[in-house]
């Protein structure tokens, strides 16, 4: 097997252009790399054929000088993307059986740009998870790994984030409701941005907060992520909160050069009972960035302890609404019904058996919190805290503030199956660096800036002002070159 799915992105579109190897070379890499990874069960419905058909059109677009962005390219999707005639499942029991008639923008955008799929990627069911446990197709796993124990990848993208960190694709799509991109990229070692709301199109990417909802890339360094984030951009008229502004080229924004940036560390965020090493890494981030000739001034985000709270209510809301169209009678499964059964116990019977619990538990606290008599106690409250959490933002931006450095998560992976037992909100807190950014519709990028004691990937995270992901990356790209994170997993699946 060569080590040709070991290459960035960058590193593969120069190698393709020049003629030494060929698309159909790097995804014959990426396909074995696949069947001898299935250990880390990153990828659900792999599409071998598709790959190699892709692979060779690829190449002859190559061998005739008409090759766009992404020409020859392996990438794999996150199930959540509906890709045309390919099983499209969210990571869910109710979605079995369904292969979507139309392609989502994103990935029809990626296609178009010349990009190969290898497959449909794990995640949590629905985009609902930290640790890709809640998925039908049984979790993903981290690459990385330190003792007997089989680690969480993270979630709700950890087969994204797994079969980036383990050469299984060149880079791989994502999504970020409240930290889906940015939490698994901490636990593996990569780098995952999420951009500003409305910067890529929501059409074709199965709902689960519309309002929260974004895609972005996760790839092995910060130029693929400005390379693939480009290809994924753009105004759709489809998604009516699509931006219709221009794409600009965000890897000519990476200069390395941050000299009179101002980066933001916020007070707030320095939660009790943070580990000793997360605030050694932030502290580490802050000098490498001064160091890099960047100012950088303590800042207040009074509203961001409401955060979590205002989080779960808005994010189940939402996923009450969405989900309600899963009832078997347009989508995916549907129950087996007794003599006598109606079109209510239909919908009851199959949603009781395609959701999973994580699912149930939000769509029930989202179906409560709307309801009438609880609608202004809970959701409209919500809103309002939404909005001074955004406007926290707004006043650091305005005080000159370029960026804002934050711990992407509160610890290194930890073990799949430890948090089975634990209060759900223990899981929560796992989001609790990430979801104001969502909230507030702002870019954030996660840099792999370190490693804890026992050798795991930490990763710091960059909140950037809102359409300023060229000067965002550039930020990052900084970071990563200061820090110098190069740390592989050892091969053991």
């Given at each position: 097997?060569?080590?040709?799915?070991?290459?960035?992105?960058?590193?593969?579109?120069?190698?393709?252009?020049?003629?030494?190897?060929t698309s159909r070379q790097i995804t014959e890499a990426c396909l074995s790399a696949m069947e001898a990874g299935t250990a880390l069960n990153a990828y659900a419905h792999p599409t071998a054929d598709l790959a190699m058909q892709m692979a060779e059109a690829a190449d002859e677009r190559l061998k005739q000088d008409d090759a766009p962005g992404l020409c020859g390219i392996p990438?794999?999707?996150?199930?959540?993307?509906?890709?045309?005639?390919?099983?499209?499942?969210?990571?869910?029991?109710?979605?079995?059986?369904?292969?979507?008639?139309?392609?989502?923008?994103?990935?029809?955008?990626?296609?178009?740009?010349?990009?190969?799929?290898?497959?449909?990627?794990?995640?949590?069911?629905?985009?609902?998870?930290?640790?890709?446990?809640?998925?039908?197709?049984?979790?993903?796993?981290?690459?990385?790994?330190?003792?007997?124990?089989?680690?969480?990848?993270?979630?709700?993208?950890?087969?994204?984030?797994?079969?980036v960190a383990a050469d299984l694709c060149l880079a791989a799509t994502g999504t970020d409701t409240g930290g889906s991109i940015r939490e698994p990229a901490a636990f593996t070692g990569t780098v995952g941005i999420k951009p500003t709301y409305g910067r890529c199109s929501?059409?074709?990417?199965?709902?689960?907060?519309?309002?929260?909802?974004?895609?972005?890339?996760?790839?092995?360094?910060?130029?693929?992520?400005?390379?693939?984030?480009?290809?994924?951009?753009?105004?759709?008229?489809?998604?009516?909160?699509?931006?219709?502004?221009?794409?600009?080229?965000?890897?000519?924004?990476?200069?390395?050069?941050?000299?009179?940036?101002?980066?933001?560390?916020?007070?707030?965020?320095?939660?009790?009972?943070?580990?000793?090493?997360?605030?050694?890494?932030?502290?580490?981030?802050?000098?490498?960035?001064?160091?890099?000739?960047?100012?950088?001034?303590?800042?207040?985000?009074?509203?961001?302890?409401?955060?979590?709270?205002?989080?779960?209510?808005?994010?189940?809301?939402?996923?009450?609404?969405?989900?309600?169209?899963?009832?078997?009678?347009?989508?995916?499964?549907?129950?087996?019904?007794?003599?006598?059964?109606?079109?209510?116990?239909?919908?009851?019977?199959?949603?009781?058996?395609?959701?999973?619990?994580?699912?149930?538990?939000?769509?029930?606290?989202?179906?409560?919190?709307?309801?009438?008599?609880?609608?202004?106690?809970?959701?409209?409250?919500?809103?309002?805290?939404?909005?001074?959490?955004?406007?926290?933002?707004?006043?650091?931006?305005?005080?000159?503030?370029?960026?804002?450095?934050?711990?992407?998560?509160?610890?290194?992976?930890?073990?799949?199956?430890?948090?089975?037992?634990?209060?759900?909100?223990?899981?929560?807190?796992?989001?609790?660096?990430?979801?104001?950014?969502?909230?507030?519709?702002?870019?954030?990028?996660?840099?792999?800036?370190?490693?804890?004691?026992?050798?795991?990937?930490?990763?710091?995270?960059?909140?950037?002002?809102?359409?300023?992901?060229?000067?965002?990356?550039?930020?990052?790209?900084?970071?990563?070159?200061?820090?110098?994170?190069?740390?592989?997993?050892?091969?053991?699946?």
């Amino acid at each position: 097997m060569s080590d040709l799915n070991t290459l960035t992105i960058s590193e593969a579109r120069r190698r393709l252009r020049k003629g030494e190897v060929t698309s159909r070379q790097i995804t014959e890499a990426c396909l074995s790399a696949m069947e001898a990874g299935t250990a880390l069960n990153a990828y659900a419905h792999p599409t071998a054929d598709l790959a190699m058909q892709m692979a060779e059109a690829a190449d002859e677009r190559l061998k005739q000088d008409d090759a766009p962005g992404l020409c020859g390219i392996p990438l794999g999707i996150k199930d959540l993307f509906c890709t045309k005639g390919v099983a499209s499942q969210a990571g869910s029991r109710i979605l079995e059986g369904f292969r979507p008639e139309y392609e989502s923008t994103v990935t029809r955008q990626l296609w178009e740009s010349g990009a190969v799929m290898l497959g449909k990627l794990n995640m949590d069911e629905f985009a609902m998870g930290s640790s890709n446990e809640t998925s039908v197709y049984g979790p993903a796993v981290n690459p990385w790994k330190i003792d007997e124990r089989e680690l969480t990848p993270g979630g709700s993208s950890g087969g994204s984030s797994a079969a980036v960190a383990a050469d299984l694709c060149l880079a791989a799509t994502g999504t970020d409701t409240g930290g889906s991109i940015r939490e698994p990229a901490a636990f593996t070692g990569t780098v995952g941005i999420k951009p500003t709301y409305g910067r890529c199109s929501r059409w074709g990417i199965v709902a689960f907060a519309s309002s929260l909802d974004q895609a972005g890339p996760m790839t092995k360094d910060v130029r693929d992520a400005a390379i693939l984030l480009r290809a994924m951009s753009g105004h759709d008229p489809l998604d009516s909160t699509s931006a219709d502004l221009p794409v600009p080229d965000f890897e000519a924004a990476l200069s390395g050069d941050i000299r009179g940036k101002t980066i933001g560390i916020p007070r707030e965020y320095h939660a009790d009972g943070m580990p000793e090493e997360i605030e050694a890494l932030w502290a580490n981030g802050r000098a490498m960035l001064e160091d890099a000739g960047a100012k950088v001034v303590d800042v207040s985000l009074p509203h961001t302890k409401y955060a979590l709270a205002c989080y779960y209510v808005i994010a189940p809301a939402e996923a009450s609404s969405n989900l309600a169209r899963y009832d078997g009678v347009r989508f995916g499964r549907r129950a087996a019904l007794e003599q006598g059964d109606g079109i209510l116990e239909l919908y009851e019977k199959t949603r009781a058996e395609g959701f999973g619990d994580e699912v149930k538990r939000r769509v029930m606290i989202g179906t409560y919190v709307l309801s009438a008599g609880f609608y202004d106690a809970y959701y409209n409250r919500a809103r309002k805290v939404r909005t001074l959490i955004k406007r926290d933002f707004e006043e650091v931006f305005a005080q000159g503030v370029d960026a804002i450095l934050t711990p992407t998560t509160p610890s290194a992976a930890f073990g799949i199956g430890e948090t089975v037992e634990a209060d759900p909100v223990q899981m929560y807190l796992n989001d609790v660096f990430t979801v104001t950014v969502n909230l507030a519709g702002l870019p954030g990028i996660s840099v792999p800036a370190g490693q804890d004691r026992q050798g795991l990937p930490l990763g710091l995270q960059l909140i950037g002002r809102p359409w300023e992901e060229g000067d965002l990356l550039n930020m990052a790209y900084t970071l990563e070159q200061s820090a110098g994170f190069v740390a592989k997993p050892a091969r053991w699946w």
